[in-house]
Every structure is written in structure tokens, then in C-alpha cells.
């Protein structure tokens, strides 16, 4: 099953309201690039590396028998600038001071931001302003993490969900 995207005109003050949601059933990721679409299968425990130089995490496993998290990414403009992110979660707490630290359960943690395959933050909460982005096609995407930054993976899978912007001129 493929994760299927919208590809939404957003104009850069519009009320429009975006929403996508992965879970980590699908065996591939869409991502976009212009207007080029490119696949990202990632290995079972193998180290997911998003596009910045260098920034790799291990793969973690859900266990069996544990809940799985999942996430879902609201997208909404921001009535003065940029957008405002909404990342909501299930089966998963934000644990933001415990962050660095050797992690002891899958349900809890932080997640990383990405735009456009390029980390721009980690998440310690439902709630992120992004400023300004040029125009074009963005793709966001978060990924739910352990305390110790391991990327949380269900059946081989990454728990992540994403979305496709295009901001207008």
C-alpha cells in the first residue's frame, strides 16, 4: 500500500486546512521533489537517514504485544506568517526532559521535523510554528522518536506521517 498525498495550492494567507496521516503500515514513503516523485524503502533496523548530511538514527521496533504509536500531521497558514503544525499522536507521550537520555519505553519521546528530506527541528510537543517557506512544492514530514533519538518503526516501518504544500507566489 502506498501513502497517498495531496498536492494543495496554499495561498501564503488562505484558511485552508491540510491533513495527512501515515501510520506505519505502508511499505513505502512518498516524497516530492519539485515535481519529481521519489521512493524511500527503508530496511528493517536499518539506520534512516532524511537527507541531512550525516543525521542518521537507529531503527526501533515497536515490541510485540505494545501499543503502536501513530501520528498524524495537521497543516494550517498562519494568519500573519508561515504555518502552524499540528502533530498529533496516539499511543505516544512527548517526554521532552527526558530527551538524550537511554530510553526504557517506545511511548514515549519526541519527534524530528523535516522539510523537504532536510531535518529543521525536534518536537517536544503537539504544537510548531514554521516561518516562511519559498514558493513551490514542500514536503513535511515528522517521525515519532525515542528518548535517545532512535526512530520508532512498526513491522519494519517508520512511524511517520506527511504531507505535500505548494505556496504560491
Known amino acids: 500500500m502506498r501513502i ?8 501564503m494567507l488562505s484558511a485552508l486546512l491540510l491533513a495527512s ?27 534512516h537517514d532524511h537527507g541531512a548530511a550525516g543525521h542518521t538514527h537507529k531503527a526501533v521496533e ?14 494550517r497558514p498562519d494568519a500573519m506568517s508561515g504555518w502552524n503544525l499540528e502533530v498529533k499522536v496516539t499511543n505516544f507521550t512527548f517526554a521532552p526532559e527526558r530527551v538524550n537520555t537511554k530510553s526504557t519505553s517506545v511511548n514515549e519521546g519526541h519527534a524530528h521535523l523535516y522539510v523537504d528530506g532536510k531535518k529543521i527541528s525536534r518536537l517536544y510537543g503537539n504544537w510548531y510554528h514554521l ?10 514530514m515528522v517521525s515519532l522518536n525515542t528518548n535517545d533519538h532512535g526512530q520508532l518503526t512498526h513491522q519494519g516501518k517508520p512511524i511517520q506521517a506527511s504531507t505535500t504544500i505548494q505556496v504560491s507566489k
Open 62 to 75: 515497536v515490541p510485540a504485544g505494545q501499543p503502536v504509536p501513530t501520528v498524524n500531521l495537521v497543516v
Open 4 to 11: 497517498s498525498q495531496q498536492i494543495i495550492p496554499v495561498p
Open 131 to 140: 516561518a516562511s517557506l519559498p514558493p513551490g512544492n514542500h514536503t513535511l
Open 21 to 47: 496521516t501515515a501510520i506505519a503500515t505502508a511499505p513505502s514513503i512518498l516524497t516530492h521533489s519539485g515535481a519529481i516523485a521519489h521512493e524511500m524503502k527503508p530496511k528493517p533496523g536499518a539506520m
